[in-house]
């Protein structure tokens, strides 16, 4: 019997746990169908989870496209279907819109294998979205250094602790709600590895404690900031980002496992720690850059 998994009408890092809860009933050997064909918005956590999510089957599962053809175009110009029609047995209209190469707006889905993907997904932010982070976000040139390292930072986090490839995404938006109609940068960088336990644990970084899981390993690597490495200045990755993000009143959300953490600011009313989480391997961690607050008339 085939699972159908439905995705929901907006898709964000929030809304992907709906899509995880229903995953989970369903091993990874069970046939399943992801229907996204009443989805209406994808945010970038959006698009790499769920080619996340297939990487995790052990059978290429059956994709739904969206009915509405214009939010189909969007996911081909994000990148997702170039990458969707590999892992998933697509079905549906994939509209045939031509990819730009030169949107200052978001940098596309974009796989990360190793260190030298690292260094290109760098170089092609700081050439496409340059503009869009100077003059909506107001990033001077040491804040456009720090936002190169974040994402640097945690694209090398795939490289050096999943074990396997994963998926990064950037995009720019206002933020009408939260924001009071400031523009705001994503961060999505998804993959379906080891974790952040496991990975704790094949550093021998565990501590000697009885309240061991996923949400106590995210609390020791996020919180405060202990890497699986003992060499003195490595594993450094997320106590940059944490700085860098305070410094810019942003947001870090990290999911691993069964567990997430998230640093907020005051403009966010997440939940700063979440267990017992429909489980899902890798890490999943989504970084939110609001525009410069001064900048504003």
């Known amino acids: 019997m085939t699972a159908v998994i439905t995705v929901p009408s907006s898709l964000n890092d929030q809304t992907f746990e709906q899509v995880l809860d229903q995953l989970a009933a369903h091993p990874p050997e069970e046939k399943v169908i992801v229907d996204a064909r009443h989805c209406t918005w994808a945010s970038p956590y959006g698009l790499t989870g769920l080619l996340t999510l297939a990487q995790t089957r052990a059978e290429k599962p059956v994709f739904l496209t969206p009915e509405e053809t214009d939010k189909s175009s969007y996911w081909v110009r994000a990148g997702f279907f170039k990458y969707a029609e590999e892992l998933y047995d697509v079905q549906g209209v994939v509209p045939r819109t031509r990819m730009s190469g030169e ?21 092609r932010i700081q050439k496409q979205a340059e503009h869009i982070l100077t003059s909506k976000l107001h990033l001077e040139p040491r804040a456009m250094m720090g936002f190169s390292m974040a994402l640097s930072e ?29 523009w705001a940068a994503e961060i999505a960088v998804c993959d379906a590895g080891i974790g952040f336990r496991r990975s704790l644990e094949n550093g021998q970084r565990r501590p000697v404690t009885d309240r061991w899981g996923d949400g106590a390993a995210l609390e020791l690597a996020v919180v405060n900031g202990v890497s699986r490495y ?8 997320i106590k940059g980002i944490r700085g860098y993000i305070g410094r810019r009143k942003g947001k870090l959300a990290v999911r691993s496992g069964t567990a997430r953490i998230a640093i907020l ?5 997440d ?20 525009e410069h607050a001064e900048k504003q008339p």
């Open 154 to 182: 945690s694209c090398q986090n795939i490289v050096e602790h999943a074990g396997r490839g994963g998926w990064v995404m950037v995009q720019a938006y206002q933020y009408r709600k939260r924001l009071g109609g400031r």
């Open 230 to 237: 003992s060499d003195p200045g490595r594993g450094q990755g």
């Open 265 to 269: 600011p005051m403009w966010d009313d």
């Open 103 to 123: 949107s200052d707006v978001l940098l596309e889905v974009t796989p990360v294998n190793a260190s030298s993907d690292v260094h290109d997904v760098v170089e």
């Open 271 to 290: 939940v700063p720690r979440r267990d017992n989480l429909a489980p899902f391997p890798g890490a999943q961690l989504q970084i939110t850059i609001p």
